[in-house]
Each structure stands twice: as C-alpha cells, then as structure tokens.
C-alpha cells in the first residue's frame, strides 16, 4: 500500500507557502512598482537572488541560520519552543524565502501592466490608495495574480535541495515527495518511486494546463 | 471663482523651460487652454487635480484653498471635487457601465445613475464592458462617470482627440449640453480651434509654460494681420449683424477665418452649414515665411 503522506506534506508546504507569499509579495510587489528609491536594483537583486543560485547554497545559508547556534534558529527556538532546522515551520520558511521570487515577479509586472490613469482617475473619484488597490488595479490584473500563485505553489511543489538540506527527510515531519521519491531511488524502490513520480508529473501538468486555459480566457475579456 | 497661480519646473523635449501660469475665471464657464503638445496644458490640468504638485504658487476654488505653498497646503485629489475625463477615457475595464458609475458616485443614488444614463443615451449598454464599447461611447460614460459626483471642476483633457469628426462634433455638443444643463465649471484641454471656438467661452493659449495670449476665442484667434484666400471646404461657425452688414464666422481646416455676408446670403446659411469659402486672388498678401 503505497504511503500518502509525503503527498500530503508537499501540498500542505505549498498550500501554506502560497498563502503566506501572497501576503508578502503583494505589497513588496506594489512598493517596487511605485518605488523611485535609489536602493530598488539593490532589494531587486537581492529578492532574485534564488532564482540563480544553487538550492544548495541557500539550503547550505538557511541550515546555519535556523540551526539552534543560528541567531535565528536560536530566536525561534526561545519563542516557539522547538527547533526551526529539521521541522516543518522551518521547510515552510525556507520556501517562502526561495519561492519569493516567484510571486513578486508577475505581480511586479501586472502592477507595472495597470495604466497609470486608472488609478488617477480613481483617485480623483475620492476613492483611497487602498479602495483603488482592492477594487479597480487588482481586478485588473486577475492573470498576474494567477500567474504569481501558481508558480510559487507549483515551484514549492519541486523543491528538492533546499528541502533536502534543511528539512532532512524526517517522516511525516518534513519528507515531502520529491525526497520521497529520492529515498525510493537509492534503496531501489522503483515501483513506488514510479508511483510517486506519476502523480508528481500528472498533478504538476495539469495545474500549469489549467493555468494557460484560464489566462487565456482573461485575456480574450 | 477660481484663482490659480503656480510655478513648475517641466522637462520638454527640446530641454527643461518653466510653467508659470497665472489664470482665473469665474465659475461656470468654459475655458480652453490651447497649444502645441508639450507646452504645459496636460501638466497645468493634472495639478489642478492634484496628480501634480507646483513647486510655487497657489490654487483656490470656489474660496476654497487647494494648494498654497507658503501655507504648506495641499489637498489630495482626493479631497478635490474634480471630475477628470482623460483622452484614453480610462474607464474601469472589469467593471460594466452601471458599475463604473456606482463606484464613481459617493452615496448611493440608483435614481442619479439612471437619469445620467438616459441622458447620454447610454441606458440599453448599462451591462457591458467598457472595452465592447466604441471610442464615443467610451468617452460619453467616461463624462457621465466625472458628472456624476457633481464636481466643482469638470478637467477634460483632450477627451475627444482619439474620435473621428463625426462621434467628435456629436460629442462637442454633448459636452456644451452638460455644460450648461449642470451648471459646470469647465476647463478643456485642446489643440483643434474649431472645437475651441465651439465650445468655450475663453481661451489662454500656452506657449512654452507661459499664457501668451487670452480672452473670447473671437479675440485669441482673429488677432492677426493677414488673412486667407482663395477657396477653402468649411463650415460656418457663427453669424452676426453689425450694423447693416452680417459677419460670419468660418472654420477652414485648422483655421478660423471672419467673412462678410449680405442680406441674401443670410436667408440660405444656417450656422453649422458646410460652405465653400472663396476669394478672387487679384490682391494676394504674400509674406516670405
């Protein structure tokens, strides 16, 4: 029978993570496409930081910092009581970190996309930058807002080298399924890991599928 | 009355220059500001809205003070009762034309909305998207949309440049009509002096940041020491008596022109009739340009 827990963990990972990047990249995004600060090419390089380097070097960064002599780690630690390397806050961490990228990018660009006179002409209707923000820019960029999720999302899901490096591939805790699938290969478990793999490659396909259908029809309105 | 007085430093295409506009007027006219693109007009229009800030200067409304900046007074657009219409109409793509107006209007009044909409004839498309919709019937809901809130100052910016003359002509009336119907105070940014001559009742022509010229676009326009001759397509924008003979005035292409009428020519011309301008050449002025 094959085990459905590592499945379940990795969409709990990146369920979480999603949201939590919305909540984040959502203003970060509307700061720097507002923002005329000189610092902006220094935050933007540094927010893109994961998508060039190695997971290795980040899972390498994250397993100092969140182990219990790390200063976050050792914060952690005396807040929440337990340790951040090895757990599952400490996988959900290390993924908002290394999806953020992800999420900030299209909603950058769909914040970029919106005409500036529609948010003037809002403003000049007596409508706050937070009535204007909810109800005509965001409405306007439906496809950047689906865009960004689902990368972030679909990006958590593949994950494999930072998970590896600080989550350890505890069961039930923090083996996800692309770990999953990796202990099966080594102890030449073929048969699960194809199980797995399917499922893995099915449910990645059809998200992405599902995406450009949709963006597609936003797009024709 | 408004009372304006501000300075800003620009950056045109042919290098940085200053606005420095002085202007008022009084309440429920409408005034023009006239000049090449790159003079200022949009910016002066845009800090009447408050999407700009002037380095220099002040802006009162109706008593009301907008901005000052030695008082370090600065209302947000916000609070600003303006109603912009822009040229690209910039009306909310995702919501319809009943909801674009529901979102303008401050306190619900359904009653307001559909009186307006009836009025601009826009009442069967309440449920489309503005982007089903063609250039004039955009631009009308975009009208509708700046009205709605009863503003102390209505801002159009070249709204009808992107229409062909047709929808134009039709809408040029449709602006005087609010004009008058609700008592706005217009201001109108334009570079075509027929829509000029039609609709306003004052012109200043901005040059370079500056006010050159102002006053009735009879005076702005006709202030010169040539005129043209030969023949010209046109149309008659107004006739009047003076003393026993009738002048009237003609728009020729970009050109407005004054001609003199009989008695007879009267009883066959209407205002707005296309007529065909002409004048034997035996007295040219030719001036080396």
Known sequence: ?221 | MIRLSVTKKLSGAEGPFDLSVDLSFSSESLVTLYGKSGSGKTTLLRILAGLEKPENGYIEVNDQVWFNSSAKINLPPQKRKVGLVFQDYALFPTMTIMENLQFAQGKKEQRKINDLLELTGLAELRERYPSTLSGGQQQRVALARAIIREPAILLLDEPLSALDQNTRTILQDEILKFHKRFGLTTILVSHDKQEVFKLSDSVAMIECGKITRQGTPLEVFLDRTTSNKFSFASTILSIRKVDCIYLAVIGAGNEIVEVVLSESDIETLRVGDEVLVASKAFNPIVVKL
């Not at chain 1, 009581?81 to 290394?98: E, M, N, T, W």
């Open chain 1, 1 to 221: 029978m094959i085990n459905f827990e590592p499945l379940y963990l990795t969409l709990k990972l990146a369920g979480l993570t999603t949201a939590i990047l919305y909540a984040i990249g959502l203003p970060a995004a509307w700061f720097l496409s507002q923002s005329r600060m000189r610092m902006k090419p220094l935050i933007e390089a540094v927010l893109a930081l994961p998508l060039v380097l190695p997971p290795s070097v980040l899972g390498f960064y994250f397993l100092l910092a969140f182990s219990r002599q790390g200063w976050l780690g050792a914060a952690w630690e005396t807040v929440f009581d337990h340790q951040l390397a090895f757990s599952f806050d400490g996988l959900v961490l290390g993924s908002v970190i290394f999806s953020l990228p992800f999420m900030v990018h299209p909603l950058q660009a769909g914040f970029n996309a919106v005409p500036r006179n529609l948010s003037e002409a809002s403003y000049s209707l007596g409508k706050s930058k937070l009535e204007t923000i909810a109800k005509v820019i965001l409405p306007s960029m439906k496809s950047s807002l689906l865009t960004g999720g689902v990368l972030a999302f679909a990006h958590t899901v593949g994950e494999f080298g930072v998970v590896l490096m600080i989550g350890g591939s505890i069961e039930g805790k923090t083996k996800v399924a692309s770990i999953a699938i990796y202990d099966l290969v080594e102890s030449l478990d073929y048969q699960s890991a194809h199980i797995y793999a399917a499922i893995l490659f099915a449910f990645s396909f059809t998200i992405l599928l599902t995406v450009y259908l949709v963006n597609k029809k936003l797009d024709i309105r």
